[in-house]
Protein backbone atom coordinates (compact mmCIF):
# COMPACT_ATOMS: atom_id res chain seq x y z
CA UNK A 1 0.00 0.00 0.00
CA UNK A 2 1.27 3.32 -0.57
CA UNK A 3 2.62 5.75 2.12
CA UNK A 4 -0.10 8.53 1.55
CA UNK A 5 -2.87 6.37 2.92
CA UNK A 6 -5.84 8.98 1.99
CA UNK A 7 -4.94 9.57 -1.39
CA UNK A 8 -8.07 12.15 -2.27
CA UNK A 9 -6.36 14.45 1.32
CA UNK A 10 -2.60 13.27 1.76
CA UNK A 11 -2.56 15.34 4.78
CA UNK A 12 -5.59 16.19 6.21
CA UNK A 13 -5.51 13.46 8.77
CA UNK A 14 -2.04 12.85 9.52
CA UNK A 15 -1.80 16.53 10.48
CA UNK A 16 -5.24 16.59 12.64
CA UNK A 17 -3.91 12.95 14.27
CA UNK A 18 -1.90 14.76 17.01
CA UNK A 19 -4.54 16.83 18.16
CA UNK A 20 -6.91 16.12 21.95
CA UNK A 21 -10.55 15.11 20.44
CA UNK A 22 -13.34 16.28 22.30
CA UNK A 23 -14.77 12.33 21.09
CA UNK A 24 -13.68 9.19 19.82
CA UNK A 25 -15.92 7.08 18.58
CA UNK A 26 -14.93 3.44 18.17
CA UNK A 27 -17.35 1.37 16.23
CA UNK A 28 -18.07 2.27 12.40
CA UNK A 29 -21.51 0.59 12.46
CA UNK A 30 -24.63 2.79 12.06
CA UNK A 31 -24.53 3.30 15.45
CA UNK A 32 -21.21 4.69 15.25
CA UNK A 33 -21.34 6.70 12.29
CA UNK A 34 -24.68 8.38 13.37
CA UNK A 35 -22.84 9.42 16.74
CA UNK A 36 -19.94 10.74 14.72
CA UNK A 37 -22.22 12.50 12.36
CA UNK A 38 -24.58 14.28 15.18
CA UNK A 39 -21.37 15.26 17.21
CA UNK A 40 -19.75 17.26 14.34
CA UNK A 41 -22.34 18.89 13.18
CA UNK A 42 -22.89 20.15 16.64
CA UNK A 43 -19.36 21.68 16.87
CA UNK A 44 -17.24 18.65 18.49
CA UNK A 45 -14.21 17.56 17.16
CA UNK A 46 -14.91 13.65 16.72
CA UNK A 47 -12.11 10.85 15.48
CA UNK A 48 -13.81 7.59 14.43
CA UNK A 49 -12.26 4.64 14.26
CA UNK A 50 -13.41 1.07 12.81
CA UNK A 51 -11.37 -2.48 12.71
CA UNK A 52 -12.88 -3.65 9.75
CA UNK A 53 -14.50 -0.76 7.11
CA UNK A 54 -17.85 0.96 8.01
CA UNK A 55 -21.14 -0.96 8.17
CA UNK A 56 -19.40 -4.50 7.58
CA UNK A 57 -20.68 -5.85 11.02
CA UNK A 58 -24.21 -5.94 12.89
CA UNK A 59 -25.04 -2.98 9.63
CA UNK A 60 -24.55 -5.17 6.84
CA UNK A 61 -25.95 -8.48 8.32
CA UNK A 62 -29.69 -7.26 9.17
CA UNK A 63 -32.59 -7.54 7.35
CA UNK A 64 -32.65 -4.36 5.96
CA UNK A 65 -35.90 -3.43 7.16
CA UNK A 66 -37.31 -0.06 8.40
CA UNK A 67 -39.97 -0.71 10.76
CA UNK A 68 -41.85 -0.34 13.87
CA UNK A 69 -41.38 -3.64 15.26
CA UNK A 70 -44.82 -5.21 14.93
CA UNK A 71 -43.71 -8.38 17.17
CA UNK A 72 -42.09 -6.15 20.01
CA UNK A 73 -45.82 -5.13 21.02
CA UNK A 74 -46.18 -8.49 22.57
CA UNK A 75 -43.37 -7.80 25.11
CA UNK A 76 -45.24 -4.42 25.42
CA UNK A 77 -42.34 -2.34 24.44
CA UNK A 78 -44.78 0.54 23.36
CA UNK A 79 -42.17 2.79 23.78
CA UNK A 80 -39.79 1.18 21.41
CA UNK A 81 -42.64 1.22 18.80
CA UNK A 82 -43.38 4.18 18.93
CA UNK A 83 -40.21 5.48 18.94
CA UNK A 84 -39.49 3.32 15.88
CA UNK A 85 -42.44 4.28 13.91
CA UNK A 86 -41.53 8.18 14.45
CA UNK A 87 -37.94 7.18 13.38
CA UNK A 88 -39.17 5.15 10.20
CA UNK A 89 -41.39 8.09 9.41
CA UNK A 90 -38.11 10.71 9.59
CA UNK A 91 -35.84 8.00 7.41
CA UNK A 92 -38.59 8.12 4.87
CA UNK A 93 -38.78 11.37 4.50
CA UNK A 94 -34.89 12.33 4.69
CA UNK A 95 -33.58 9.40 3.01
CA UNK A 96 -36.13 8.90 0.52
CA UNK A 97 -33.90 7.32 -2.39
CA UNK A 98 -32.47 4.61 0.40
CA UNK A 99 -35.49 3.99 2.65
CA UNK A 100 -38.69 3.01 0.47
CA UNK A 101 -41.74 1.78 1.40
CA UNK A 102 -42.55 -1.88 1.46
CA UNK A 103 -46.50 -3.65 1.33
CA UNK A 104 -46.19 -6.92 3.41
CA UNK A 105 -48.61 -9.43 3.30
CA UNK A 106 -49.22 -11.20 6.57
CA UNK A 107 -51.12 -14.79 5.70
CA UNK A 108 -52.70 -16.22 8.73
CA UNK A 109 -53.29 -19.92 9.49
CA UNK A 110 -55.62 -22.01 11.57
CA UNK A 111 -52.61 -23.73 12.87
CA UNK A 112 -50.91 -20.32 14.00
CA UNK A 113 -50.48 -19.78 17.82
CA UNK A 114 -51.64 -16.06 17.16
CA UNK A 115 -54.79 -16.04 15.69
CA UNK A 116 -56.23 -13.65 13.20
CA UNK A 117 -58.54 -11.53 16.14
CA UNK A 118 -55.16 -11.09 18.60
CA UNK A 119 -53.03 -10.23 15.52
CA UNK A 120 -56.01 -7.41 14.31
CA UNK A 121 -56.15 -6.12 18.54
CA UNK A 122 -51.84 -5.63 17.48
CA UNK A 123 -52.37 -4.21 14.24
CA UNK A 124 -54.76 -1.58 16.00
CA UNK A 125 -52.00 -0.51 18.58
CA UNK A 126 -49.42 -0.30 15.54
CA UNK A 127 -51.61 1.88 13.70
CA UNK A 128 -52.19 4.32 17.01
CA UNK A 129 -48.70 4.28 17.83
CA UNK A 130 -47.74 5.56 13.77
CA UNK A 131 -50.58 8.26 14.37
CA UNK A 132 -49.04 10.85 11.39
CA UNK A 133 -47.53 8.67 9.50
CA UNK A 134 -47.03 8.90 5.29
CA UNK A 135 -47.69 4.63 5.08
CA UNK A 136 -51.50 3.49 3.90
CA UNK A 137 -53.13 2.10 6.68
CA UNK A 138 -53.69 -1.85 7.40
CA UNK A 139 -56.60 -3.95 6.26
CA UNK A 140 -57.70 -7.60 6.37
CA UNK A 141 -58.66 -9.55 3.51
CA UNK A 142 -61.05 -12.80 4.06
CA UNK A 143 -59.93 -15.93 3.03
CA UNK A 144 -62.19 -16.29 -0.26
CA UNK A 145 -60.14 -12.82 -1.57
CA UNK A 146 -56.72 -13.66 -0.47
CA UNK A 147 -55.48 -15.29 -3.71
CA UNK A 148 -56.80 -12.31 -5.61
CA UNK A 149 -54.66 -10.04 -3.07
CA UNK A 150 -51.29 -12.37 -3.02
CA UNK A 151 -51.76 -15.29 -5.43
CA UNK A 152 -47.97 -16.74 -4.15
CA UNK A 153 -49.14 -17.23 -0.66
CA UNK A 154 -50.33 -20.94 0.36
CA UNK A 155 -54.49 -20.66 1.29
CA UNK A 156 -54.99 -23.95 2.93
CA UNK A 157 -56.28 -23.93 6.21
CA UNK A 158 -55.76 -19.84 6.38
CA UNK A 159 -57.87 -17.33 8.58
CA UNK A 160 -57.44 -14.31 6.41
CA UNK A 161 -54.72 -12.02 5.26
CA UNK A 162 -52.97 -8.84 6.93
CA UNK A 163 -51.74 -6.28 4.35
CA UNK A 164 -50.03 -3.30 5.73
CA UNK A 165 -46.78 -1.08 4.77
CA UNK A 166 -43.48 -0.71 6.83
CA UNK A 167 -40.28 0.21 5.02
CA UNK A 168 -36.86 -1.16 3.32
CA UNK A 169 -33.32 -0.05 3.25
CA UNK A 170 -32.08 -1.86 0.40
CA UNK A 171 -28.54 -0.97 1.56
CA UNK A 172 -27.81 -0.04 5.04
CA UNK A 173 -24.29 -0.03 3.92
CA UNK A 174 -25.60 3.29 1.78
CA UNK A 175 -27.32 5.19 4.99
CA UNK A 176 -24.09 3.95 7.17
CA UNK A 177 -21.47 5.30 4.42
CA UNK A 178 -23.81 8.31 4.52
CA UNK A 179 -23.53 9.35 7.71
CA UNK A 180 -19.95 8.90 7.58
CA UNK A 181 -19.11 11.28 4.59
CA UNK A 182 -21.64 14.13 6.39
CA UNK A 183 -19.06 13.69 9.43
CA UNK A 184 -16.14 13.74 7.48
CA UNK A 185 -17.58 17.35 6.13
CA UNK A 186 -17.84 18.61 9.47
CA UNK A 187 -14.55 18.55 10.15
CA UNK A 188 -14.56 15.02 12.02
CA UNK A 189 -11.93 12.17 10.89
CA UNK A 190 -13.05 9.10 10.04
CA UNK A 191 -11.13 5.66 9.84
CA UNK A 192 -12.14 2.40 8.66
CA UNK A 193 -9.19 -0.66 9.09
CA UNK A 194 -8.13 0.89 12.47
CA UNK A 195 -8.33 -1.50 14.88
CA UNK A 196 -7.97 -0.50 18.78
CA UNK A 197 -5.01 -2.03 20.33
CA UNK A 198 -4.96 -0.81 24.26
CA UNK A 199 -5.98 1.88 26.52
CA UNK A 200 -3.97 3.80 28.84
CA UNK A 201 -5.54 4.50 32.22
CA UNK A 202 -4.96 7.11 34.87
CA UNK A 203 -6.62 8.32 37.55
CA UNK A 204 -10.00 6.52 36.63
CA UNK A 205 -10.19 7.83 32.96
CA UNK A 206 -8.84 6.63 30.13
CA UNK A 207 -5.93 9.13 28.91
CA UNK A 208 -5.50 7.70 25.35
CA UNK A 209 -5.50 4.87 23.03
CA UNK A 210 -3.81 3.15 20.76
CA UNK A 211 -4.80 1.89 17.34
CA UNK A 212 -3.07 0.22 14.34
CA UNK A 213 -3.80 1.30 10.53
CA UNK A 214 -4.17 -1.65 8.94
CA UNK A 215 -3.61 -0.91 6.05
CA UNK A 216 0.11 0.76 6.44
CA UNK A 217 0.43 -1.40 9.87
CA UNK A 218 1.69 2.00 11.39
CA UNK A 219 0.44 2.67 15.26
CA UNK A 220 -0.72 5.89 16.60
CA UNK A 221 -1.36 7.18 20.10
CA UNK A 222 -4.45 9.30 20.32
CA UNK A 223 -6.28 11.49 23.09
CA UNK A 224 -9.81 12.44 23.74
CA UNK A 225 -11.92 14.07 26.80
CA UNK A 226 -14.68 11.61 26.31
CA UNK A 227 -15.15 7.96 24.65
CA UNK A 228 -18.11 5.89 23.04
CA UNK A 229 -17.64 1.88 22.57
CA UNK A 230 -20.23 1.76 19.68
CA UNK A 231 -18.37 -1.82 18.27
CA UNK A 232 -21.88 -3.50 18.70
CA UNK A 233 -21.18 -6.86 19.15
CA UNK A 234 -17.70 -6.52 20.25
CA UNK A 235 -18.74 -4.24 22.82
CA UNK A 236 -17.25 -6.75 25.39
CA UNK A 237 -14.28 -7.80 23.67
CA UNK A 238 -13.18 -3.67 23.59
CA UNK A 239 -13.69 -3.44 27.59
CA UNK A 240 -11.24 -6.02 28.20
CA UNK A 241 -8.69 -3.97 27.34
CA UNK A 242 -9.92 -1.41 30.13
CA UNK A 243 -8.78 -1.51 33.76
CA UNK A 244 -11.53 -2.96 36.49
CA UNK A 245 -14.14 -5.74 36.92
CA UNK A 246 -16.63 -4.50 34.17
CA UNK A 247 -19.41 -6.97 33.96
CA UNK A 248 -20.41 -8.96 30.68
CA UNK A 249 -22.82 -6.34 28.68
CA UNK A 250 -23.29 -8.36 25.24
CA UNK A 251 -25.76 -11.46 24.72
CA UNK A 252 -25.68 -11.56 21.12
CA UNK A 253 -28.37 -13.68 19.03
CA UNK A 254 -27.23 -14.68 15.81
CA UNK A 255 -29.42 -14.07 12.87
CA UNK A 256 -28.84 -15.43 9.57
CA UNK A 257 -30.64 -15.17 6.03
CA UNK A 258 -30.44 -16.56 2.55
CA UNK A 259 -30.97 -15.11 -0.68
CA UNK A 260 -32.50 -17.38 -3.11
CA UNK A 261 -32.91 -16.38 -7.12
CA UNK A 262 -36.34 -14.46 -8.39
CA UNK A 263 -39.13 -17.14 -9.12
CA UNK A 264 -41.86 -16.60 -11.72
CA UNK A 265 -44.64 -17.22 -9.07
CA UNK A 266 -43.06 -15.12 -6.48
CA UNK A 267 -44.43 -11.75 -4.67
CA UNK A 268 -43.63 -8.21 -5.69
CA UNK A 269 -44.88 -7.94 -1.96
CA UNK A 270 -42.70 -8.49 0.96
CA UNK A 271 -44.10 -11.85 3.08
CA UNK A 272 -44.43 -12.05 6.50
CA UNK A 273 -45.17 -15.46 8.40
CA UNK A 274 -45.19 -16.74 11.72
CA UNK A 275 -42.72 -19.81 11.71
CA UNK A 276 -44.48 -23.43 12.61
CA UNK A 277 -41.73 -24.58 14.68
CA UNK A 278 -41.22 -21.93 16.95
CA UNK A 279 -43.38 -19.32 16.27
CA UNK A 280 -40.70 -16.83 14.95
CA UNK A 281 -41.69 -14.10 12.16
CA UNK A 282 -40.39 -15.63 8.97
CA UNK A 283 -39.35 -12.83 6.15
CA UNK A 284 -39.68 -13.79 2.33
CA UNK A 285 -39.08 -10.09 1.10
CA UNK A 286 -37.87 -8.83 -2.55
CA UNK A 287 -34.35 -7.63 -2.59
CA UNK A 288 -31.62 -6.70 -5.29
CA UNK A 289 -33.76 -8.55 -7.84
CA UNK A 290 -33.96 -11.89 -5.71
CA UNK A 291 -35.62 -13.12 -2.58
CA UNK A 292 -34.55 -12.34 1.04
CA UNK A 293 -35.68 -14.81 3.59
CA UNK A 294 -34.39 -14.44 7.28
CA UNK A 295 -34.24 -14.66 10.49
CA UNK A 296 -33.12 -16.61 12.77
CA UNK A 297 -32.34 -15.92 16.60
CA UNK A 298 -30.27 -18.16 18.71
CA UNK A 299 -27.95 -17.55 21.13
CA UNK A 300 -24.78 -16.66 20.02
CA UNK A 301 -21.17 -17.31 22.02
CA UNK A 302 -18.84 -18.08 19.20
CA UNK A 303 -16.10 -16.01 17.52
CA UNK A 304 -17.54 -12.54 16.60
CA UNK A 305 -15.11 -12.44 13.60
CA UNK A 306 -16.35 -15.38 11.78
CA UNK A 307 -20.12 -15.99 12.25
CA UNK A 308 -21.58 -17.95 9.59
CA UNK A 309 -25.05 -19.85 7.89
CA UNK A 310 -25.27 -23.13 9.74
CA UNK A 311 -27.23 -25.98 7.86
CA UNK A 312 -29.83 -26.59 10.53
CA UNK A 313 -30.72 -22.25 9.70
CA UNK A 314 -30.92 -22.97 6.27
CA UNK A 315 -32.80 -26.11 6.49
CA UNK A 316 -35.15 -23.77 8.67
CA UNK A 317 -35.37 -21.19 6.22
CA UNK A 318 -36.15 -23.29 3.81
CA UNK A 319 -38.51 -25.33 5.14
CA UNK A 320 -40.60 -22.46 6.80
CA UNK A 321 -40.91 -20.52 3.18
CA UNK A 322 -41.95 -23.13 1.37
CA UNK A 323 -44.83 -23.69 4.08
CA UNK A 324 -46.09 -19.96 3.33
CA UNK A 325 -45.25 -20.52 -0.65
CA UNK A 326 -48.02 -21.96 -3.16
CA UNK A 327 -46.79 -22.76 -6.43
CA UNK A 328 -43.03 -22.90 -5.49
CA UNK A 329 -41.02 -24.97 -3.38
CA UNK A 330 -37.51 -23.48 -2.65
CA UNK A 331 -34.46 -25.76 -2.66
CA UNK A 332 -30.96 -25.46 -2.15
CA UNK A 333 -30.14 -24.97 -5.72
CA UNK A 334 -32.20 -21.56 -5.80
CA UNK A 335 -29.71 -20.63 -3.12
CA UNK A 336 -27.37 -17.63 -4.07
CA UNK A 337 -25.80 -16.84 -0.82
CA UNK A 338 -26.04 -16.69 3.20
CA UNK A 339 -24.79 -13.99 5.30
CA UNK A 340 -25.02 -13.84 9.42
CA UNK A 341 -24.51 -11.44 11.89
CA UNK A 342 -24.96 -11.46 15.89
CA UNK A 343 -27.52 -9.15 17.22
CA UNK A 344 -25.47 -6.54 20.31
CA UNK A 345 -28.07 -7.58 22.60
CA UNK A 346 -28.00 -6.75 26.47
CA UNK A 347 -26.76 -9.38 28.56
CA UNK A 348 -29.57 -11.39 30.03
CA UNK A 349 -28.37 -15.15 30.66
CA UNK A 350 -30.58 -17.82 28.95
CA UNK A 351 -33.26 -15.59 28.20
CA UNK A 352 -35.53 -16.87 25.26
CA UNK A 353 -33.93 -14.75 22.46
CA UNK A 354 -37.05 -13.24 21.61
CA UNK A 355 -38.02 -12.03 24.54
CA UNK A 356 -35.06 -9.96 25.03
CA UNK A 357 -35.32 -6.34 24.71
CA UNK A 358 -34.66 -4.22 21.23
CA UNK A 359 -34.12 -1.17 23.25
CA UNK A 360 -31.08 0.72 23.11
CA UNK A 361 -29.02 0.84 26.81
CA UNK A 362 -26.41 3.71 27.01
CA UNK A 363 -23.97 2.18 29.52
CA UNK A 364 -22.23 4.70 31.59
CA UNK A 365 -18.65 3.22 32.24
CA UNK A 366 -18.63 5.35 35.16
CA UNK A 367 -19.81 3.13 37.56
CA UNK A 368 -17.21 0.82 36.68
CA UNK A 369 -14.36 3.47 37.43
CA UNK A 370 -13.96 5.17 33.96
CA UNK A 371 -15.05 8.46 34.17
CA UNK A 372 -15.21 9.04 30.06
CA UNK A 373 -16.28 6.33 28.34
CA UNK A 374 -20.14 4.44 27.61
CA UNK A 375 -21.07 1.72 25.89
CA UNK A 376 -23.96 1.15 23.16
CA UNK A 377 -25.89 -2.15 23.57
CA UNK A 378 -28.15 -2.98 21.29
CA UNK A 379 -30.16 -0.50 18.75
CA UNK A 380 -32.05 -0.80 16.26
CA UNK A 381 -31.27 0.43 12.45
CA UNK A 382 -34.49 1.90 12.58
CA UNK A 383 -33.83 3.92 15.38
CA UNK A 384 -30.15 4.99 14.80
CA UNK A 385 -30.65 8.72 14.46
CA UNK A 386 -32.72 8.85 18.39
CA UNK A 387 -29.82 6.87 19.45
CA UNK A 388 -27.02 9.07 18.31
CA UNK A 389 -28.63 11.93 19.52
CA UNK A 390 -29.28 10.85 23.18
CA UNK A 391 -25.38 9.67 22.94
CA UNK A 392 -24.35 13.23 22.01
CA UNK A 393 -26.71 15.30 24.72
CA UNK A 394 -24.82 12.75 27.31
CA UNK A 395 -21.31 13.17 25.93
CA UNK A 396 -21.66 17.39 26.11
CA UNK A 397 -23.33 16.79 29.96
CA UNK A 398 -20.29 15.18 30.42
CA UNK A 399 -17.99 17.70 28.66
CA UNK A 400 -19.70 20.22 30.80
CA UNK A 401 -20.07 22.44 27.94
CA UNK A 402 -22.98 24.66 26.54
CA UNK A 403 -25.72 22.17 24.93
CA UNK A 404 -26.27 22.60 21.52
CA UNK A 405 -29.24 20.86 20.07
CA UNK A 406 -29.18 17.89 17.64
CA UNK A 407 -29.43 18.90 13.58
CA UNK A 408 -30.64 15.62 12.27
CA UNK A 409 -33.76 15.74 12.79
CA UNK A 410 -34.21 18.67 10.19
CA UNK A 411 -30.62 17.88 8.03
CA UNK A 412 -31.83 15.18 5.46
CA UNK A 413 -29.05 12.38 4.30
CA UNK A 414 -26.57 14.41 1.71
CA UNK A 415 -28.04 12.15 -1.05
CA UNK A 416 -32.17 13.12 -0.43
CA UNK A 417 -33.58 14.79 -3.02
CA UNK A 418 -35.58 18.04 -2.45
CA UNK A 419 -38.77 16.38 -3.68
CA UNK A 420 -41.09 13.43 -3.83
CA UNK A 421 -38.30 10.53 -4.70
CA UNK A 422 -40.28 8.40 -7.22
CA UNK A 423 -40.68 12.17 -9.17
CA UNK A 424 -37.48 13.04 -9.17
CA UNK A 425 -36.50 9.31 -9.80
CA UNK A 426 -38.50 10.11 -13.34
CA UNK A 427 -37.29 13.43 -14.04
CA UNK A 428 -33.68 12.27 -14.14
CA UNK A 429 -34.00 9.48 -16.05
CA UNK A 430 -36.35 11.73 -18.95
CA UNK A 431 -33.29 14.19 -18.66
CA UNK A 432 -30.34 11.88 -19.12
CA UNK A 433 -31.59 8.96 -21.57
CA UNK A 434 -30.74 10.72 -24.57
CA UNK A 435 -27.96 12.78 -23.41
CA UNK A 436 -25.94 9.74 -21.99
CA UNK A 437 -25.03 6.11 -23.02
CA UNK A 438 -26.87 4.92 -19.92
CA UNK A 439 -29.55 2.68 -20.14
CA UNK A 440 -32.45 3.88 -17.97
CA UNK A 441 -32.90 1.17 -15.59
CA UNK A 442 -28.95 1.85 -15.41
CA UNK A 443 -30.07 5.65 -14.15
CA UNK A 444 -32.38 4.17 -12.10
CA UNK A 445 -29.64 2.24 -10.12
CA UNK A 446 -27.24 5.51 -9.67
CA UNK A 447 -30.30 7.34 -8.54
CA UNK A 448 -31.48 4.70 -5.69
CA UNK A 449 -27.90 5.05 -4.42
CA UNK A 450 -26.43 8.06 -4.83
CA UNK A 451 -29.69 10.18 -4.61
CA UNK A 452 -28.85 13.37 -5.94
CA UNK A 453 -25.37 12.67 -5.91
CA UNK A 454 -26.08 10.45 -8.96
CA UNK A 455 -24.09 13.51 -10.97
CA UNK A 456 -20.97 13.04 -10.18
CA UNK A 457 -21.05 9.65 -11.48
CA UNK A 458 -22.46 11.62 -14.87
CA UNK A 459 -19.81 13.71 -15.29
CA UNK A 460 -17.32 10.96 -14.68
CA UNK A 461 -18.65 9.02 -17.45
CA UNK A 462 -18.87 11.91 -19.68
CA UNK A 463 -15.44 12.46 -19.43
CA UNK A 464 -14.34 8.97 -19.86
CA UNK A 465 -16.93 7.13 -22.02
CA UNK A 466 -15.70 3.96 -20.72
CA UNK A 467 -16.72 4.58 -17.12
CA UNK A 468 -20.03 4.00 -18.15
CA UNK A 469 -19.23 0.51 -18.96
CA UNK A 470 -21.05 -2.64 -16.56
CA UNK A 471 -18.69 -4.43 -14.40
CA UNK A 472 -20.59 -7.28 -14.04
CA UNK A 473 -23.49 -9.40 -16.06
CA UNK A 474 -25.13 -9.32 -12.81
CA UNK A 475 -25.45 -5.94 -11.24
CA UNK A 476 -26.51 -2.95 -13.15
CA UNK A 477 -23.15 -1.10 -11.34
CA UNK A 478 -20.67 0.84 -13.69
CA UNK A 479 -16.76 1.75 -13.72
CA UNK A 480 -16.87 5.05 -12.43
CA UNK A 481 -18.84 3.60 -9.37
CA UNK A 482 -15.91 2.16 -8.70
CA UNK A 483 -13.75 5.11 -9.31
CA UNK A 484 -16.11 7.26 -7.45
CA UNK A 485 -15.74 4.90 -4.58
CA UNK A 486 -11.97 4.87 -4.21
CA UNK A 487 -11.57 8.71 -4.81
CA UNK A 488 -14.51 9.74 -2.56
CA UNK A 489 -15.84 7.31 -0.13
CA UNK A 490 -12.87 5.82 1.56
CA UNK A 491 -12.42 2.33 0.00
CA UNK A 492 -9.33 0.92 0.52
CA UNK A 493 -9.83 -2.64 -0.75
CA UNK A 494 -11.66 -4.91 -3.09
CA UNK A 495 -13.84 -6.01 -0.41
CA UNK A 496 -14.72 -1.83 0.80
CA UNK A 497 -15.22 -1.25 -3.29
CA UNK A 498 -18.58 -4.65 -3.24
CA UNK A 499 -19.60 -2.34 0.24
CA UNK A 500 -20.03 0.94 -1.61
CA UNK A 501 -22.10 -0.67 -4.59
CA UNK A 502 -24.45 -3.21 -5.09
CA UNK A 503 -22.04 -5.54 -6.76
CA UNK A 504 -20.69 -7.63 -3.51
CA UNK A 505 -24.00 -8.61 -2.93
CA UNK A 506 -25.53 -9.23 -6.38
CA UNK A 507 -26.49 -13.04 -7.23
CA UNK A 508 -22.78 -13.83 -7.98
CA UNK A 509 -20.96 -11.77 -5.39
CA UNK A 510 -19.64 -9.90 -7.90
CA UNK A 511 -17.30 -12.91 -8.45
CA UNK A 512 -16.97 -12.29 -12.10
CA UNK A 513 -15.89 -8.50 -11.41
CA UNK A 514 -12.71 -9.12 -9.12
CA UNK A 515 -10.14 -8.68 -12.19
CA UNK A 516 -11.70 -5.49 -13.24
CA UNK A 517 -12.14 -4.26 -9.68
CA UNK A 518 -8.32 -5.54 -8.86
CA UNK A 519 -6.94 -3.70 -11.70
CA UNK A 520 -8.52 -0.55 -11.18
CA UNK A 521 -7.89 -0.50 -6.93
CA UNK A 522 -4.01 -2.08 -7.95
CA UNK A 523 -3.55 1.22 -10.44
CA UNK A 524 -4.97 3.64 -8.38
CA UNK A 525 -3.22 3.01 -4.97
CA UNK A 526 -0.12 1.45 -6.96
CA UNK A 527 -0.43 -1.58 -5.22
CA UNK A 528 2.22 -4.71 -5.85
CA UNK A 529 1.04 -7.81 -7.41
CA UNK A 530 1.25 -9.10 -3.62
CA UNK A 531 -0.62 -7.38 -2.38
CA UNK A 532 -3.42 -7.04 -4.90
CA UNK A 533 -3.53 -10.70 -4.65
CA UNK A 534 -3.87 -10.84 -0.89
CA UNK A 535 -6.99 -8.41 -1.35
CA UNK A 536 -8.63 -11.24 -4.14
CA UNK A 537 -8.26 -14.16 -1.87
CA UNK A 538 -9.42 -11.75 1.50
CA UNK A 539 -12.55 -10.98 -0.38
CA UNK A 540 -13.00 -15.02 -1.70
CA UNK A 541 -12.78 -16.32 1.38
CA UNK A 542 -14.90 -13.49 3.09
CA UNK A 543 -17.90 -14.02 1.13
CA UNK A 544 -19.88 -16.67 3.45
CA UNK A 545 -20.60 -19.93 3.72
CA UNK A 546 -21.84 -21.66 0.21
CA UNK A 547 -25.18 -23.88 0.82
CA UNK A 548 -24.68 -27.39 -1.23
CA UNK A 549 -25.80 -30.74 -1.07
Known sequence: ?????????????????????????????????????????????????????????????????????????????????????????????????????????????????????????????????????????????????????????????????????????????????????????????????????????????????????????????????????????????????????????????????????????????????????????????????????????????GDLDNVKVSYEEVNYLVSEANHVLKNYQITKDDILFTYSGVRPLPYVGNKAPASITRKHIISDHASDGINNMVSIIGGKLTTYRRLSEEVVDLIIRKLNIKHVSSKTLYEPLMGTPNENYDDYKLKIVKKHLNKSDLDADILEHLVSIYGKKYKKILDLVSQNPDMGKLISSSSLDIQAQIYYALEFEQAYTITDLFRRISLGLSSGLGEDAVPLVSDMLAKYYELSQEEINKQVEDYIEGKGLRVKD
Open 1 to 301: MRNERYKYDKSHNKKKIGIEFDLIVIGGGINGSGIARDAAERGLKVLLLEKEDYSSGATSASTRLIHGGLRYLEHFEFSLVRESLSEREFLLKQASHLVRPLKFCFPVYKTDKRKLWYLNIGMLFYEMLSLGKSLPGYKIISPKKVLCEEPSISDKDISGLIVYYDAQVQFPERLCLENILMATNKGAITLNHAKVESFQISENKIESLTFIDKLTNNSYAVKAKQYVNASGPWVDTLCKNLQGNIKRKIGGTKGSHIIVRKFSSGSSNALLATAQSDGRPIFIIPWNNNYLIGTTDIHFD
